[in-house]
């Protein structure tokens, strides 16, 4: 299993801080409207177990900025639903809640209102059937009426206006909605069609360089992306974890990425149990392995992660480090998710504080000028993950963008300040937004009283990854490359 960790056997610490309590009224995420839990009365329909928990999900997410990803899986569990059922459920809700900007025109369309205008449990189930009708090989009939089904055992009175929405809906596919209701104007019409905001639209148009590849890109978004998996080098080769699994595969570009074939729940797996493995994008498993592979000058025994939270990228770091003799100082200002780092590097050199990577000089765990390689995973807006978060593309806005790229500069300059003469820094966000990749970089070296120089990273990824730009910066895609869009700055200090 490798070297223990100094924080488990060496006296390194996991520090504790206190995490804020949930404001007075505020419901905890994931919470259930426990309306569809209740026993059939007065005659109400009892709800398909597969539709109720989609429906359960898409609600949670709305209404208690919920994460389909962790609700969902515990629904499914509640209601008994397995196999085939969980995939439909599963298909219904990531798909409702991808395409909700697109199904709240429609819908508006049909329902000759604004769907603010319509109550939030009506307006969720509408959302679901009209998913269905448009998405999915299900009959008209029987998505109608389980949707009207629904409807009723939530607003009983609702149930005729679900069912003349619904019809209205079904009178048209998919393509003959999208030409009656698009808009002129490119962008709007890509947003309609692709199901994403304007704003993102432009901001992936932007990175492209054309609207044409950004179109590529939102198509992406929209599917199903697959499970990777990282061998933890040291601990399992990639073709050994590959081949105890069936159907897997290994990946096109990382030495260490496994493709996991269909469902299943990868925490089953005994190489993710017993932490040989992890569950992590090929793009992450990449750029972390290009601050691993950077050339530098000098040691190279101290490594630091200055935003580890979860974990993903300090557990291959943590394994790699620990093939080398070196350590790896993991850093995480939210507690509970310190706490997860530090779980997620058991048994690896991993030493795990709960700081703030920007107290680089102040904490006496981040002394300046020693770190060989150090990592920013920066906290971003993350469009470069939203195949894999479905609400997000509707959460995240424009004027969340100031605040993150002030703190993605602060980190910078942090690490600038953390990592020794001749050692490298590796930036990375999962964003494409040209804010948060090429401007975050370009003003936090132009800010620094530190010289560092711009590195070209394209040597250190496999030769075989196809467009990788002119460099030094390179930006993954999920259209071009099958990862998350990942984007990853190499800058190496200077003597100075």
Same mark, same amino acid.
């Given at each position: 299993?490798? %070297?223990?960790?100094?924080? =488990?056997?060496?006296?390194?610490?996991?520090?504790? /801080?206190?995490?804020?309590?949930?404001?007075?009224?505020?419901?905890?995420?994931?919470?259930?409207?426990?309306?569809?839990?209740?026993?059939?009365?007065?005659?109400?329909?009892?709800?398909?177990?597969? !539709?109720?928990?989609?429906?359960?999900?898409?609600? *949670?997410?709305?209404?208690?900025?919920?994460?389909?990803? #962790?609700?969902?899986?515990?629904? #499914?569990?509640?209601?008994?639903?397995?196999?085939?059922?969980?995939?439909?459920?599963?298909? +219904?809700?990531?798909?409702?809640?991808?395409?909700?900007?697109?199904?709240?025109?429609?819908?508006?369309?049909?329902?000759? /209102?604004?769907?603010? =205008?319509?109550?939030?449990?009506?307006?969720?189930?509408? !959302?679901?059937?009209?998913?269905?009708?448009?998405?999915?090989?299900?009959?008209? $009939?029987?998505?109608?009426?389980?949707?009207?089904?629904?409807?009723?055992?939530?607003?009983?009175?609702?149930?005729?206006?679900?069912?003349?929405?619904?019809?209205?809906?079904?009178?048209?596919?998919?393509?003959?909605?999208?030409?009656?209701?698009?808009?002129?104007?490119?962008?709007?019409?890509?947003?309609?069609?692709?199901?994403? &905001?304007?704003?993102?639209?432009?901001?992936?148009?932007?990175?492209?360089?054309?609207?044409?590849?950004?179109?590529?890109?939102?198509?992406?978004?929209?599917?199903?992306?697959?499970?990777?998996?990282?061998? =933890?080098?040291?601990?399992?080769? /990639?073709?050994?974890?590959?081949?105890?699994?069936?159907?897997?595969?290994?990946?096109?570009?990382? &030495?260490?990425?496994?493709?996991?074939?269909?469902?299943?729940?990868?925490?089953?797996?005994?190489?993710?149990?017993?932490?040989?493995?992890?569950?992590?994008?090929?793009?992450?498993?990449?750029?972390?392995?290009?601050?691993?592979?950077? %050339?530098?000058?000098?040691?190279?025994?101290?490594?630091?992660?200055?935003?580890?939270?979860?974990?993903?990228? *300090?557990?291959?770091?943590?394994?790699?480090?620990?093939?080398?003799?070196?350590?790896?100082?993991?850093?995480?200002?939210?507690?509970?998710?310190?706490?997860?780092?530090?779980?997620?590097?058991?048994?690896?050199?991993?030493?795990?504080?709960?700081?703030?990577? =920007?107290?680089?000089?102040?904490?006496?765990?981040?002394?300046?000028?020693?770190?060989?390689?150090?990592?920013?995973?920066?906290?971003?807006?993350?469009?470069?993950?939203?195949?894999? /978060?479905?609400?997000?593309?509707?959460?995240?806005?424009?004027?969340?963008?100031?605040?993150?790229?002030?703190?993605?500069?602060?980190? #910078?300059?942090?690490?600038?300040?953390?990592?020794?003469?001749?050692?490298?820094?590796?930036?990375?966000?999962?964003?494409? $937004?040209?804010?948060?990749?090429?401007?975050?970089?370009?003003?936090?070296?132009?800010?620094?009283?530190?010289?560092?120089?711009?590195?070209?990273?394209?040597?250190? +990824?496999?030769?075989?990854?196809?467009?990788?730009?002119?460099?030094?910066?390179?930006?993954?895609?999920? $259209?071009?490359?099958?990862?998350?869009?990942?984007?990853?700055?190499?800058?190496?200090?200077?003597?100075?």
């Amino acid at each position: 299993m490798g %070297a223990r960790s100094p924080g =488990r056997v060496r006296g390194a610490r996991l520090l504790t /801080r206190p995490i804020p309590r949930r404001g007075p009224g505020q419901r905890p995420a994931g919470g259930r409207d426990d309306r569809l839990n209740r026993p059939p009365r007065g005659g109400r329909p009892a709800i398909d177990p597969a !539709r109720e928990a989609a429906y359960e999900a898409v609600a *949670a997410v709305h209404r208690d900025d919920a994460y389909a990803n #962790l609700v969902l899986p515990g629904l #499914l569990r509640e209601t008994g639903v397995t196999g085939r059922d969980a995939a439909f459920a599963t298909e +219904l809700t990531y798909g409702s809640l991808r395409q909700t900007g697109t199904l709240d025109a429609i819908i508006a369309a049909a329902a000759d /209102r604004a769907v603010e =205008r319509i109550d939030p449990p009506v307006r969720d189930a509408l !959302r679901i059937g009209a998913y269905q009708l448009l998405h999915m090989r299900v009959g008209a $009939h029987a998505a109608v009426a389980t949707t009207v089904d629904l409807v009723r055992s939530l607003v009983p009175g609702a149930a005729g206006f679900a069912n003349a929405v619904l019809r209205r809906v079904a009178e048209s596919d998919r393509a003959a909605w999208l030409e009656r209701l698009a808009p002129a104007d490119p962008v709007a019409r890509a947003a309609l069609v692709h199901a994403h &905001p304007a704003w993102v639209v432009n901001a992936f148009a932007d990175a492209l360089g054309s609207l044409d590849e950004a179109e590529l890109a939102l198509d992406a978004d929209n599917l199903p992306p697959p499970v990777h998996l990282c061998a =933890r080098p040291g601990l399992i080769g /990639r073709d050994d974890l590959a081949a105890s699994l069936r159907g897997a595969t290994a990946g096109r570009y990382s &030495p260490f990425a496994v493709v996991l074939a269909g469902g299943g729940d990868p925490a089953a797996i005994p190489a993710i149990r017993d932490g040989r493995a992890h569950v992590q994008d090929e793009g992450s498993q990449l750029v972390a392995e290009v601050l691993a592979q950077a %050339a530098i000058t000098g040691p190279d025994e101290r490594w630091l992660d200055l935003c580890a939270g979860p974990g993903g990228k *300090a557990g291959l770091l943590g394994a790699l480090a620990a093939q080398r003799g070196a350590h790896l100082t993991a850093v995480e200002v939210t507690h509970h998710r310190a706490a997860l780092v530090a779980k997620a590097t058991d048994g690896l050199p991993v030493y795990t504080i709960n700081a703030d990577g =920007r107290d680089v000089g102040k904490d006496p765990d981040l002394p300046e000028g020693v770190f060989d390689r150090v990592l920013v995973d920066a906290p971003c807006t993350g469009l470069g993950a939203l195949r894999r /978060r479905p609400e997000a593309r509707w959460r995240r806005q424009p004027s969340d963008l100031p605040p993150l790229t002030k703190l993605q500069r602060e980190l #910078l300059q942090a690490a600038f300040r953390a990592v020794r003469p001749g050692g490298v820094v590796a930036y990375v966000t999962c964003s494409p $937004h040209q804010a948060e990749t090429e401007v975050s970089v370009t003003e936090a070296a132009r800010r620094s009283s530190i010289e560092v120089d711009l590195v070209d990273a394209r040597p250190y +990824l496999p030769p075989s990854l196809p467009e990788t730009g002119t460099g030094p910066t390179v930006q993954l895609w999920p $259209h071009r490359h099958g990862t998350d869009a990942m984007f990853i700055a190499l800058l190496r200090r200077g003597p100075g």
